[in-house]
């Protein structure tokens, strides 16, 4: 199975700037997805990640991979869009060459264990077949609280200058 970019705005909360996934190529339900990152000197993190000598920050990478993990974690949740994916845990990170503008980034995520509150996944990124970051990543699946919720407990009256 593949995803299209409209399939993935399905899946990932994500936005620009921060969705770091341009497509799946393959998708195994609860076993592997391969993703692909398409990275152009338009990304914004490049105007100070650094100056002259353009790198992707190595956090961005591991953040690609666990959206990769994250969809096969909501694939298989009904209520998707009232749950977050979010990460718990990052182990055995190793960044292994630089990812640059130009560069396509193959993210290959296989799921070590996946139950319906957690998940842990093994991904690895590639550029032109060359391993550039692996990671082991644990996630939760939470409930997603809105907005006005999540920023001190309680909504303003229609209409105040809160």
Partial sequence: MTLDIQEILEFLPHRYPFLLIDRIVEFERTKRLVAIKNVTINEPFFQGHFPGY????????????????????????ADRNEKLVVFTGIERAKFRRPVTPGDQIRMEVEVLSMRPRAGRILGRAFVEGKLACEATLTCAVVT????????GGHEAAPGSAE
Wanted: aromatic letters at 4%; glycine letters at 10%; zero cysteines.
């Fill in 144 to 151: 997603r609280e809105r907005e006005t919720r999540a920023h």
């Fill in 54 to 77: 353009p790198i992707m920050p190595g956090v961005l990478v591991v953040e690609a991979m666990a959206q990769a993990g994250g969809i096969i974690m909501l694939y298989e949740i």
